[in-house]
């Protein structure tokens, strides 16, 4: 079975512009988070959703939005980029909501921004 | 509001000696417990998770960690780490009921010195 996918696995930005990452969770996973990783920071929740719903947000300014389609799979876009938005981003599915269901974590795309 | 403290950022140890990397968590409510690697421009991979049942979990690889609800411990333990055993060591909880997201301690940095 095909492991959580991210795309692309690397980004230059510049100031000001957007960016749209893509995720593509395990088959038959419903459920999938977003983290952004950081240095300074650490790992930080995103957003989680299932069933093309955003579940739960984390504390993160409106520049930062995410949605996910029917098949499951899942984009974030970042408007109006700022140089402290470099950072790793990683996806997770699981089968469903729930701490219970294991999260299986994507490569993440790592994101720079100049 | 839950949170995770990772109470040494790096750990240098020998090959074939022992390792235990410290957790502490702080949570009003019950939580699930994980531990996930990170390898070198790789995303997380889970360790091992403690749900309920008996407070020692072991993974695979000879890792094990023991739920201290008393001291709100989760200390992850080798009693011979290999080379291959370098990497990030994350420590996370997550809500029973609520909310999937995970929270994450800062990392632990695990170097084996041959």
């Known amino acids: 079975k095909a492991g959580v996918t991210q795309t692309p696995r690397y980004l230059i930005k510049t100031r000001g512009q957007q960016v749209t990452l893509s995720c593509s969770p395990i088959s038959g996973h419903r459920s999938v988070s977003w983290y952004q990783q950081t240095p300074g920071q650490g790992l930080q929740f995103l957003f989680e959703?299932?069933?093309?719903?955003?579940?739960n947000k984390g504390n993160f300014p409106g520049r930062f939005s995410g949605r996910q389609f029917s098949n499951s799979r899942s984009e974030m876009n970042v408007s109006t980029l700022e140089l402290g938005d470099s950072a790793l981003y990683l996806c997770?599915?699981?089968?469903?909501?729930?701490?219970?269901?294991?999260?299986?974590f994507g490569p993440g795309t790592r994101l720079t921004v100049t | 509001a839950q949170s995770v403290t990772q109470l040494d950022s790096q750990v240098p140890v020998f090959e074939e000696a022992p390792v235990e990397l410290r957790c502490n968590y702080s949570s009003s409510v019950s939580v699930y417990l994980f531990w996930y690697v990170q390898y070198p421009n790789q995303g997380l991979q889970l360790l091992l998770k403690?749900?309920?049942?008996?407070?020692l979990v072991e993974s695979i690889n000879g890792f094990e960690a023991e739920f201290n609800k008393s001291q709100t411990s989760f200390h992850l333990r080798k009693p011979s780490v290999h080379i291959s055993d370098t990497a990030e060591y994350f420590c996370a909880v997550s809500l029973i009921q609520g909310a999937q997201k995970l929270v994450f301690g800062q990392g632990t940095r695990l170097t084996i010195n041959p």
């Open positions: 997770a599915s699981s089968l469903a909501p729930g701490g219970v269901y294991e999260q299986y």
């Open positions: 959703y299932f069933s093309e719903t955003q579940r």
């Open positions: 403690y749900l309920s049942g008996s407070t």
